[in-house]
C-alpha cells in the first residue's frame, strides 16, 4: 500500500466522523429564535428601505458592509502589490465575443440600475448590482478593451475609492449629528441609503473588475518604456560580461 | 425531514467534500477551488437555516452574512489566485513542495 492510499484509508474515517458530528449539530438545532427576525419586522418602518436584507445589510449591521467594502479594496491593494505583468491578449477578440459584448454591456448596464434600485423593496441591492456591473466590465477585458490610459492613474483610483470614502464620510456625520456611527435619522434614511448604494455599485464593479484584470494597470506607453529600458539594461549587463 | 434541514445536511456534505479536496490535491488550483466548495457548503448551511419552520418569515440576518460573505470569498478567491500566479513564475510550478527537503 502507497503512501498516497494509506492517507486516504485514515482520512475518510476522520471526515466521515466530522460529516456526521456536524450534521447531528444541525439537526438537533434547538426551535429558530424569534427574537432577532421579530426585532428586523418591528423595526423596518425607520430603516427607510421594506427589504429586510437591505435593512439589516444596509442599516442595522451597516458597520459590516462597511468593512466588506474595505475587504474589497483591501484585496485589490494586495493583488496589485504582487506586481504581476497584466495578462497581455494579443489575438484580436473573436468576432461572435465582440458583437456579443457590445450587445450585452448596455443591457448589463441597464440591469445593474434595476437591481439598485429594486433592491429597496425586493432581493436586489448594492452587491448584486455591483456584480453584474463588474460582469459588464470582465467582458469588455475579455473582448480585449482597456480603459484609455488618462484613466488608469488617478480617476480609477477615485472610483476605487468613492464607496468606501462616502460610506465612511456618511458614519462620521452621523457619529457627530446623531451620536452614534451609522444611526441614520427616519426621515433621510432611504436617501442616504440609496445614495450609499448607488457609489457602493459603482465602486463594487470597479473593484471586481480590477481584481479580475489581476494586475496594476500601467499606461501602456510607460510600460513599454520601462520594459525598453530594462531591456536595453540586461543587454548592456551581457556586454559587460 | 423539512427541506431547511435537507439543504443544510447537503451543505455539510460539500464542506466535506471540499475539505477532502483541500487535503489530498497538492495544485494549488485546485486547492482553491476546493476552498471555494467548501465555502459555498457553508452558504448553504446559513440560507437553509434562516428559514427553519415553514409559516415564519425567513430570518434576514443569516442573509446578510452570507451576502457579506460571497463578496469576501470573491476577493479572497482573487488574492489568491494572484498569488499562485506569483508562485507559478517564481518556482516554475503550482504545486507546494511535497516532501519536506533534508
Partial sequence: ?241 | MNPANFFALIGIVLFSIGLLGLIINSHLLRKILAINIMGSGVFLVLVALARRTENMPADPVPHAMVITGIVVAISATALALTLMLRVASETGHATLPDEVEE
Fill in chain 1, 1 to 241: 500500500m502507497n503512501r498516497k492510499t494509506l492517507l486516504l484509508v485514515l482520512l475518510l474515517p476522520l471526515l466521515l466522523t466530522l460529516t456526521a458530528g456536524l450534521g447531528y449539530a444541525v439537526l438537533s438545532l434547538p426551535e429558530q429564535p424569534q427574537y432577532l427576525p421579530k426585532l428586523v419586522i418591528d423595526n423596518i418602518n425607520e430603516s427607510g428601505v421594506s427589504h429586510p436584507v437591505t435593512a439589516v445589510l444596509l442599516n442595522f449591521r451597516g458597520y459590516d458592509t462597511l468593512l466588506e467594502l474595505v475587504v474589497l479594496l483591501l484585496a485589490l491593494l494586495a493583488v496589485w502589490s504582487l506586481n504581476m505583468p497584466a495578462a497581455e491578449d494579443k489575438t484580436s477578440p473573436n468576432l461572435v465575443l465582440d458583437i456579443l459584448t457590445r450587445l450585452l454591456t448596455p443591457v448589463l448596464i441597464l440591469v445593474t440600475a434595476y437591481l439598485l434600485w429594486i433592491g429597496a423593496h425586493a432581493p436586489g441591492g448594492a452587491f448584486q448590482a455591483g456584480s453584474v456591473l463588474a460582469a459588464s466590465g470582465v467582458l469588455l477585458l475579455l473582448g480585449g478593451y482597456r480603459i484609455s490610459d488618462k484613466l488608469t492613474g488617478l480617476p480609477l483610483r477615485i472610483i476605487l475609492m468613492a464607496g468606501p470614502s462616502v460610506f465612511i464620510l456618511i458614519a462620521v456625520l452621523t457619529l457627530l449629528l446623531e451620536g452614534q456611527l451609522l444611526k441614520y435619522p427616519t426621515a433621510q434614511a432611504g436617501l442616504l441609503i440609496v445614495i450609499i448604494e448607488t457609489v457602493a455599485t459603482i465602486s463594487i464593479g470597479a473593484t471586481l473588475a480590477a481584481l479580475f484584470l489581476g494586475a496594476r494597470p500601467i499606461a501602456t506607453n510607460r510600460a513599454t518604456a520601462s520594459e525598453k529600458n530594462m531591456d536595453q539594461g540586461s543587454e548592456k549587463d551581457g556586454e559587460h560580461k
